[in-house]
Structure formats: structure tokens, C-alpha cells
């Protein structure tokens, strides 16, 4: 995700790259080891990247 910033990735397709059956077992997963949702994950890398 963080390598190809530009890509307008979804939940959903984030987590069949990364082998998890379905978007909210990727989502718990997720916000059990980062402490956030993986959307939110996102938008605020997004923010961030345009401050830049």
C-alpha cells in the first residue's frame, strides 16, 4: 500500500493482497496491531503525503 501510494486502493482488494479472506478480517487484524482502522490507515497517509 505504502509502495504504491498512487493506487487507489480499497479495503477490500488490500486484503485479498495480503491473503486475508475478507475485508473485516483484515480490518480487525488491522486495528488489533495498529490501533486503527485500515481505511483511516490510509486517508491519513494520504494527508500526510500531500502535505509534502
Known amino acids: ?27 480487525v487484524a488491522f486495528r488489533r496491531v495498529m490501533g486503527i482502522a485500515p481505511g483511516d490507515h490510509r486517508r491519513r497517509a494520504r494527508e500526510t503525503e500531500d502535505e509534502h
Request: charged residues 20%; aromatic residues 8%; glycine residues 8%.
Open 1 to 27: 500500500m505504502h509502495r504504491e501510494q498512487a493506487r487507489p486502493w480499497t479495503v477490500a482488494e488490500l486484503a485479498r493482497t495480503v491473503g486475508y479472506g475478507s475485508e473485516s478480517a483484515l480490518s
